[in-house]
């Protein structure tokens, strides 16, 4: 398969830049207004995890047991495809360990006694952190939009939503140790662009080879990746924010929402 910058293939960045570009709105949360809503965070967040769990576990993995079944028998496709998932959750896992994703730094209290140095070394080591992490969601958003625009849509809100605290999170060390909003909303922002970025690199460096048994490998990898993310970051985060049942009640929307929107684009 050759390179191509098709419809389709300009669509799916135009919907991973987007979804990227939420962690600016977080960044406009830090320096516009005094406080987040926590409940509403936690709900959101949880939201998020709901929907991309449920995504993954009845549309990405079963793309990837496809793809593979294609090449193999049912069997042997329904094996690499798992594979593939655990290998995602794997990488992750790696990523998470080597890269921990600072969340905690949402929360003004744990930043607003330290000294300006130090503050603004967080901001950027926080910045880095989830710059990295925002590269393999950005080839998630990207590979599924690619593929059918119903499964892309969805995804790319559930990991707008996701974006949005990870952006108070950059945001909030850089202007407390700064007082420059500019610099807070700027710092958000690069973070933001490194998941059209992820999704740029993935798709010019495997284009060339993209087959059968390499869509299988990245769906079942993006499986992994994003049920690993919702249960080891979003639903973390949400249930610390929570005060009451947000969590629970945004974990059940988000599946509920997921499901009925995939069901409606199929009659479509």
């Given at each position: 398969m050759s390179i191509l910058l098709t419809t389709d293939v300009l669509i799916a960045f135009w919907v991973t830049f987007m979804a990227g570009l939420a962690t600016v709105i977080g960044g406009i949360l830090v320096v516009f207004f005094n406080q987040p809503s926590y409940r509403l965070l936690s709900f959101g967040l949880a939201f998020s995890a709901g929907a991309m769990v449920y995504v993954a576990l009845t549309e990405i993995l079963n793309k990837s047991i496809d793809a593979f079944s294609q090449s193999y028998d049912a069997n042997l496709g329904f094996a690499f495809g798992t594979l593939a998932f655990l290998l995602g959750v794997i990488l992750v896992l790696l990523l998470d360990h080597f890269i921990p994703n600072p969340h905690q730094m949402i929360e003004n209290n744990h930043a607003e006694f330290a000294a300006q140095q130090q503050l603004l070394r967080t901001g950027l080591l926080t910045l880095f952190a989830i710059t990295m992490h925002n590269l393999p969601e950005g080839l998630a958003t990207f590979f599924a939009t690619l593929e059918s625009p119903m499964l892309g849509a969805p995804l790319a809100v559930a990991i707008a939503i996701h974006n949005i605290p990870e952006g108070v999170a950059i945001a909030?060390?850089?202007y407390m140790a700064t007082g420059r909003r500019d610099y807070a909303i700027l710092a958000s922002l690069?973070?933001?662009?490194?998941?059209?970025?992820?999704?740029?690199l993935g798709y010019f460096i495997l284009a060339p080879f993209m087959g059968t048994l390499v869509y299988g490998t990245i769906f079942g990898l993006i499986g992994g990746i994003m049920v690993y993310l919702a249960l080891d970051e979003l639903l973390p985060t949400a249930k610390r924010y929570a005060q009451g049942h947000e969590t629970v009640y945004g974990l059940v929307t988000g599946m509920a929402s997921l499901a009925i929107s995939l069901v409606i684009f199929r009659f479509v």
């Open positions: 909030l060390p850089v690069v973070s933001g662009l490194a998941e059209p970025l992820g999704a740029a």
